[in-house]
């Protein structure tokens, strides 16, 4: 019997990353001493660690909340729009010349511009920010799904076709099952695109949020608070990517390589 | 006796945006009699595929008309049953519920007499014991098999096979063709078998079109009145070398002088003498390995 985790793959994936940051962490502390670096420019972890544990639990919950709501809503609200916007687009070639040019439009402006605009046109609440995740967040999954699902193979479609199948059944039984693969990929970067999306929307306009959180810590000059807040996020971002692929692995695992195969 | 497959001056033109339009075939005329098995060989790119894709439906003649059970083919009936050259698995269904999507996919509900006969099938391909692998976790000939009992699902009438065995290694090749032979003898169906493998059509078809380059038609028939059941015996029968040796001169012209006229005992000792044969056909080990077995 093998066993479920052997050490190389703890040796490997898991402590390898926590060995380097516990190897780096002194060498910063070390040079903040040293050296006199001032917190204004580049606090010590210490004091970082201080800062963290200065502000309530029950505060950072709030943040960290309100972050990961407007965030998931705008993640789910990407994936409702881009699976039925690229199955449009894998039905009819002429949808997809019509409506890639808006997408790739509005993909390659810069949300940051465009956040105030819809922080005023839908005003305050989740609304606009869900908004904003949702419209940073949605193209990569667009891109997957319509790609994997014109990548399936000819003789697939052909059993399709031989056995008289609706469109429907095509798309449901045969072409979006063999693109999970390709949307999971998609939904990876989604779902880190949605923590920036909610960021974003935070600096524009909002009384909570991880994102508000280090703005106003910084305008206070709060530096390690702030440094404490980001260190919290990119946390979260990666916490959520793995339970992203915890989906993937649960639900659809015959779509990962076989593990000798990575 | 009607024909049950039937080609009338079957044509079809290939045609793209980019390219000039190509003629794959014209003129077939060819047809099949109920539960006869018939084998198609030619030269490669010579429009083999199109044949299937025009007998399934899947694409229409551009001259000519092909017919089942006396009615044209416009569209695909779901009366076929097709074996693809590639397994063409799904690798999110397990082996079970591979051989049951015929159902599924026609919006069918699959009760238990269907997993029933499902089971049944893949004890035929003896696969009964890999019910619930994922198709990934099969080898490649197992796949096939797989395959196989998915085309026999829906007990179609007319199975048509695209090279089916032309993926697998020699040795489970021809253990497939018997393998093969055995469910036709058990469940009798049309079989329009196309392969590039000459010894494979005539170990097991009752009659063997040959197909000339493009724009392909159909030059030679050949009945294989080799007997049945055919076993790997059949291959040391005399007739079994002077049928190949017909068809091989049908597709690679009559041996020039430097080559030996052999007959039909020579060939036997040596297989693959024909070297053009060995440089034409992607996988020309198939021959030798059906030899060596027997």
Request: a positive charge.
């Given at each position: 019997?093998k066993?479920?985790?052997?050490?190389?793959?703890v040796?490997?994936?898991?402590?390898l990353?926590?060995?380097?940051?516990?190897?780096?962490?002194?060498?910063w502390?070390?040079?903040?001493r040293?050296?006199g670096v001032?917190?204004?420019?580049?606090?010590?972890?210490?004091a970082?660690?201080?800062?963290?544990?200065?502000?309530?639990g029950?505060?950072?919950?709030g943040?960290?909340?309100a972050?990961?709501?407007?965030a998931l809503?705008?993640f789910?609200?990407?994936?409702?729009?881009?699976?039925?916007?690229?199955?449009l687009m894998?039905r009819?070639?002429?949808l997809?010349r019509?409506?890639?040019?808006f997408?790739?439009?509005?993909?390659?402006?810069p949300?940051?511009?465009?956040?105030?605009?819809i922080i005023?046109?839908?005003g305050?609440g989740?609304?606009p920010?869900?908004?904003?995740?949702?419209?940073i967040?949605f193209f990569?999954i667009?891109?997957?799904?319509?790609?994997?699902?014109?990548?399936?193979?000819r003789?697939?479609l052909?059993l399709?076709?031989s056995?008289?199948?609706?469109p429907a059944?095509?798309?449901w039984q045969?072409?979006?099952?063999?693109?999970?693969?390709?949307?999971?990929s998609?939904?990876k970067?989604?779902?880190t695109?949605?923590?920036?999306?909610a960021?974003?929307?935070e600096?524009?306009?909002?009384e909570q949020?991880?994102g508000?959180f280090?703005?106003?810590?910084?305008?206070?000059?709060?530096?390690?608070?702030?440094?404490?807040?980001?260190f919290?996020?990119?946390?979260?971002?990666?916490?959520?990517?793995?339970?992203?692929q915890?989906?993937?692995?649960t639900?659809f695992g015959?779509?990962?390589?076989?593990?000798?195969?990575? | 006796?009607?024909?049950?497959?039937?080609?009338?001056?079957v044509?079809?033109?290939y045609?793209s945006?980019?390219k000039?339009?190509v003629q794959?075939?014209?003129?077939v005329?060819?047809?099949?009699?109920?539960?006869?098995?018939?084998?198609v060989?030619?030269?490669s790119g010579?429009?083999k595929?199109?044949?299937?894709?025009?007998l399934?439906?899947?694409?229409?003649?551009?001259?000519?008309?092909?017919?089942m059970?006396?009615?044209?083919?416009?569209?695909?009936?779901?009366e076929?049953g097709?074996v693809?050259?590639?397994?063409?698995?799904?690798?999110?269904?397990?082996?079970l519920?591979?051989v049951l999507?015929?159902?599924?996919?026609q919006?069918?509900v699959?009760?238990?007499?269907d997993?029933?006969?499902?089971?049944e099938?893949?004890?035929t391909v003896?696969?009964?014991?890999?019910?619930a692998?994922?198709?990934?976790?099969?080898?490649?000939?197992?796949?096939q098999?797989v395959?196989?009992?998915?085309?026999?699902l829906?007990?179609?009438?007319?199975?048509?096979?695209?090279?089916?065995f032309?993926?697998?290694d020699?040795?489970s090749?021809?253990?497939?063709?018997?393998e093969?032979?055995?469910?036709?003898?058990?469940?009798?169906k049309t079989?329009?078998f196309?392969?590039?493998?000459?010894?494979?059509?005539?170990?097991?078809?009752?009659r063997?079109?040959?197909m000339s380059p493009?724009?392909?038609?159909?030059v030679?028939?050949?009945?294989?009145?080799?007997?049945?059941?055919?076993?790997?015996?059949?291959i040391?029968l005399?007739a079994?070398n002077v049928h190949t040796q017909?068809?091989?001169r049908?597709?690679?012209?009559?041996p020039?002088?430097g080559?030996?006229?052999?007959?039909a005992?020579?060939?036997?000792e040596?297989?693959?003498a024909n070297?053009?044969?060995?440089?034409d056909s992607?996988?020309p080990?198939?021959?030798?390995?059906?030899?060596?077995?027997?």
């Open positions: 019997m066993p479920l985790v052997s050490l190389r793959d040796l490997g994936q898991r402590l990353p926590i060995l380097a940051l516990l190897a780096i962490l002194p060498l502390e070390l040079a903040c040293l050296f001032p917190d204004y420019v580049l606090p010590a972890p210490t970082i660690l201080e800062a963290f544990l200065n502000v309530d029950q505060r950072w919950m943040h960290l909340w972050t990961v709501r407007v809503m705008g789910a609200l990407a994936i409702l729009v881009s699976l039925p916007l690229a199955i894998v009819s070639v002429f997809t019509t409506l890639f040019p997408l790739v439009v509005i993909q390659s402006t949300i940051v511009a465009v956040a105030p605009l005023v046109i839908l305050a989740d609304a920010r869900t908004v904003i995740a949702c419209l967040a990569p667009v891109v997957a799904t319509t790609t994997g699902m014109l990548a399936t193979p003789e697939m052909e399709s076709r056995l008289k199948a609706s059944r095509e798309i045969v072409r979006l099952p063999y693109a999970v693969p390709h949307i999971f998609g939904l970067v989604a779902i695109l949605a923590i920036i999306g960021v974003i929307a600096f524009v306009a909002a949020g991880l508000y280090v703005q106003f810590s910084t305008s206070y000059f709060r530096i390690p608070q702030a440094f404490a807040a980001l919290f996020l990119s946390a979260v971002s990666l916490l959520l990517f793995k339970a992203v915890l989906v993937q692995q639900f015959w779509s990962l390589p076989a593990d000798d195969e990575r | 006796m009607k024909p049950h497959v039937e080609f009338i001056e044509g079809h033109c045609r945006r980019r000039a339009p794959s075939l014209l003129g005329n060819l047809s099949i009699a109920r539960h006869e098995f018939v084998a060989v030619g030269p010579c429009g595929s199109t044949l299937l894709r025009l399934s439906g899947l694409t229409r003649p551009t001259q000519g008309e092909v017919r059970f006396g009615h044209p083919v416009r569209e695909p009936g779901g076929v097709i693809f050259q590639k397994p063409t698995l799904l690798p999110w269904l397990n082996v519920d591979n999507f015929p159902l599924r996919h919006g069918r699959v009760g238990r007499q997993r029933t006969r499902a089971r099938l893949l004890d003896g696969l009964g014991d890999f019910i692998s994922r198709p990934d976790e099969l080898s490649g000939g197992m796949q098999r395959g196989i009992a998915r085309a026999l829906l007990d179609p009438e007319v199975l048509i096979m695209d090279e089916p032309s993926a697998l020699a040795l090749r021809e253990q497939m063709g018997f093969l032979l055995r469910i036709w003898g058990e469940r009798p079989v329009l196309i392969t590039h493998s000459i010894s494979e059509a005539v170990l097991l078809a009752d063997v079109l040959v493009r724009p392909a038609s159909i030679d028939s050949l009945d294989i009145d080799l007997p049945r059941p055919r076993t790997p015996a059949t040391d005399p079994f017909r068809i091989r049908h597709i690679f012209g009559p020039g002088p080559e030996s006229n052999v007959t005992g020579a060939l036997t040596s297989p693959l070297t053009r044969q060995a440089a992607p996988r080990a198939t021959h030798q390995a059906i030899r060596h077995a027997s």
